[in-house]
């Protein structure tokens, strides 16, 4: 068995792993969702050319 400071110094290494990588994620996401948004606009537009060439 792993001594249990061993085990607990194990845990907490892990544990910043994943809250890192957690963060990183977090950052990913807010990146992407900023882009869509700087997207969308121009999406639009394009629907409402379309929708005036059918009127």
């Known amino acids: 068995m792993i001594p249990h400071p061993d085990a607990f ?5 892990r544990q910043r792993e994943l ?9 990913v996401k807010e990146n992407k969702a ?3 948004m700087t997207a969308e606009p121009e999406r639009r537009r394009l629907r409402w050319s ?3 060439r059918h009127a």
């Open 50 to 52: 379309a929708r005036v």
């Open 34 to 36: 900023e882009e869509e």
């Open 19 to 27: 809250e890192a990588d957690a963060a990183a994620r977090r950052l």
């Open 9 to 13: 110094a194990i845990a907490k290494t």
